[in-house]
């Protein structure tokens, strides 16, 4: 085939071997890919690379308690949060967080997926539109929003008394409750978005062939329809996972002040207290546990892969 | 024709590249302006929300329509350590010129050199300003004062709170807010509570710090949001810890639905100060403005406009405002805070206000 091309070319210089014309041709396409990298690569390294490293550098440097920064090379900012119950309380609080949210999130986003997957209605596109618009709205309203709703004189608490279902208010925000509440929500949107994408396997077809075969709809949902859209369960999960443990806006607004998780406490070193070094630090810490469940989710979607 | 097209991608993309980088190492300041002090630009740093609402009807467009060459850029931010953060991130290259900020606050950025003095000869105004308000080696003075109160529902209170022990009540367990350290509201209610105590917080804060244990379970929110005035407003707290100048301003814009009182046995201070950042980029403008923010005339309209205490001994308030402001002639009992030793123990009460405090809830 390559033979044939290179012989209806007119070009053809006489001592040029197809071969290394090929070669040359590869040797030009090569470096207009790598030109074409550039940007990308630049724009990566400014936004990217270099403010990480720059966080790295920062982490080993002494922070002072008024907010003065000794430039050195020291682990204090490590020992102190690694040899602290209380940072590994907050650590702790930050990943059942996020495991909370994930399950929860994903359990609830589960059923509409896997509707807006399997929907033949003409309104498909609009109906998926409909279920990601949240996405239009910043997460700062929407956690007003809920700020509105789960208050002492909010729409839940007001409801319930008018029901007389409860005498006092419930306490439903400046709470983990709270923050957990707004975060499902804010992640559903993504949820969605990451499942729907890894349901491509589930193929209409093999639900019916177990269903000919005498299989039962529980049956069918826990032997074909679940196994199949694992994968896709496995992203939205990470995606809800990684989104919550790193977001502060949530915690921060519907926590008031009682969540202590690893973003607020980050947000709260660095604007708060100016100590960057330890905030960079934590910082790193917090990556390091992204990298961990990272590979988690690797191993795990190759298992299931295979 | 093909590999013509190719190597115009590839120039493109350098071209972009390129673009990208040297918008990357772009934006550093002209500083050609530096020596005007009547026009140019004037990059100010200061607080957000109603705050630079006010300030910039009551002093910046005045200032504007008397220097109608100088623009005055307001970059806001939510606290003083939010400015602080901001102007060490530039400290090798400033682009702001004027920061107003609180005076604990702004010490630390004396000592890490992030400010330069403030010259009686460039800025006339300061003759006005009475000793005890100038900083003592010459850095920006004083530029207004607040003092911290008792913010409460005035339906749940008909009589103004008249003790900080009103936050313990039983009767409003549950719909207290306070604003936890590093914020100086908390700072300054750990020193408050355990004077109460009959400590002397620069030794030990340790009683001070088992009564606010105690009042830890009824607190509705520690970080209350949008603010603490809004809060109350909304009936999710009924008591708490806020700014008199703001608790006033607000009281007016809810129909009185929010008072603001100060309990008897004192309150602190919250005072702010302007400051010239050192190697400003437009510093000659830079003290006209601060000149002029320390004019009776500024100074006046702020009061009126957000009722915060004059710096200055020659600006007169009409008796309505003055009755409103934190007065500054001894007749309100203050708790002296030494302004460096918080600054130095800012963290420590925070990690504690974490681990101790906001735990016990």
Redesign the interface.
């Known amino acids: 085939m390559t033979t044939t091309q290179t012989q209806e070319r007119p070009g053809l210089r006489a001592g040029n071997t197809p071969g290394s014309l090929e070669k040359a041709k590869a040797r ?2 090569r ?2 890919y790598t ?5 990308a690569i ?2 990566l390294l ?1 936004s990217f690379v270099l403010p990480l490293a720059y966080m790295i550098r920062m982490s080993f440097n002494h922070g002072e ?5 000794i430039e050195g090379f020291t682990l204090d900012s490590y020992i102190q949060p690694l040899s602290d119950p ?1 940072y590994w309380k907050v650590t702790l609080d930050t990943f059942q967080m996020g495991v909370v949210v994930g399950v929860v999130c994903v359990a609830l986003s589960y059923p509409i997926t896997l509707f807006l997957a399997r929907t033949t209605s003409k309104y498909k596109s609009a109906l998926l539109a409909i279920a990601i618009a949240p996405l239009l709205t910043s997460a700062v309203v929407r956690t ?1 929003g809920w ?1 509105v709703i789960l ?3 909010g729409l839940v608490n007001s409801s319930l008394e008018a029901l007389g279902l409860i005498s006092a208010p419930l ?1 439903l925000t ?2 983990m409750l709270g923050v957990q509440i707004g975060l499902v929500e804010i992640s559903m949107p993504y949820a969605i978005l990451a499942m729907i994408s890894g349901f491509g396997r589930l193929n209409p077809q093999l639900e019916e062939a177990a269903g000919s075969l005498g299989a039962s709809k529980f049956q069918i949902f826990t032997k074909v329809t679940l196994p199949l859209t694992l994968p896709g369960v496995l992203t939205g999960f990470l995606m809800v996972f990684v989104l919550s443990i790193s977001t502060f806006i949530t915690p ?2 519907l ?4 969540v ?1 998780v690893l973003a607020t406490e980050i947000y ?1 070193q ?6 960057w070094p330890f905030a960079a630090a934590l910082s790193v810490i917090l990556l390091v546990l992204f990298g961990a469940v990272v590979a988690v989710y690797q191993r795990l979607t190759k298992k299931l892969g295979g | 024709m093909r ?1 013509y097209t ?2 115009g ?2 120039a493109t ?2 071209m ?2 390129s673009a ?2 040297l918008s ?1 190492c772009g934006n550093t300041s002209s500083g050609s302006d530096a020596a005007s002090a009547t026009s140019g630009e004037v990059d100010v740093i200061a607080y957000s929300g109603i705050w630079q609402d006010q300030y910039t009807a009551a002093v910046i467009k005045p200032f504007q329509a008397k220097y109608p060459n100088i623009k005055i850029n307001f970059a806001s931010k939510r ?1 003083s ?2 400015m ?2 901001a102007l ?1 991130g530039q400290k090798s290259n400033p682009n702001t010129d004027v920061a107003i900020m609180d005076q604990s606050v702004s010490e ?1 950025g004396n ?2 050199g992030l400010f330069d003095k403030v010259d009686a000869s460039a800025v006339a105004n300061l003759a006005n300003v009475p000793d005890k308000f100038r900083n003592k080696d010459g850095y920006g003075p004083v530029a207004m004062l607040d003092a911290i109160g008792v913010v409460y529902d005035t339906k749940a209170f008909p009589t103004a709170p008249a003790s900080w022990n009103a936050l313990w009540d039983k009767s409003t367990c ?2 207290v807010n306070v604003v ?1 350290p ?2 100086l509201l908390g700072i300054s209610l750990t020193a408050i509570t355990s004077s109460m105590e009959g400590e002397d917080y620069t030794k030990s804060i340790d009683k001070g710090v088992d009564k606010l244990k105690q009042l830890a379970p009824c607190i ?7 603010d603490e005035y809004q809060n109350v407003i ?3 707290t009924v008591i708490g810890l806020g700014q008199n100048a703001r608790g006033q301003y607000y009281a007016d814009q809810s129909g009185k639905k929010i008072g603001v009182a100060f309990p008897k046995e004192g309150t602190a201070y919250q005072i702010n100060t302007i400051n010239l950042v050192k190697g400003a980029p437009h510093s000659a403008a830079a003290k006209t403005f601060i000149n002029y923010a320390l004019s009776a005339e500024a100074q006046e309209a702020f009061a009126k406009a957000l009722f915060y205490a004059p710096s200055v001994s020659n600006a007169k308030l009409p008796a309505d405002v003055q009755a409103r402001v934190v007065p500054t002639d001894g007749s309100l009992k203050i708790l002296p805070l030494d302004v460096d030793f918080l ?6 009460w ?1 990690e504690t206000w ?2 101790q405090i ?1 735990t016990k ?1």
Not at chain 2, 220 to 226: C, G, I, M, S, V
């Open positions: 030009r396409d470096r207009t030109a074409l990298l550039i940007p630049l724009g400014v308690a008024d907010g003065v920064i209380f007003y700020m208050g002492s004189n306490k400046n709470n921060t607004l926590g008031g002040g009682s202590q709260d660095t604007t708060g207290l100016l100590n | 590999s190719k190597y991608m590839a993309a350098l972009m590249a990208l980088a990357a606290s350590a939010d602080l953060s060490q630390s000592k890490q549950g719909k936890a590093p914020s509705q929110t520690f970080a209350p949001n949008p909304t009936g999710q600054a130095s123990v800012r963290d420590k925070t974490k681990r906001i809830q």
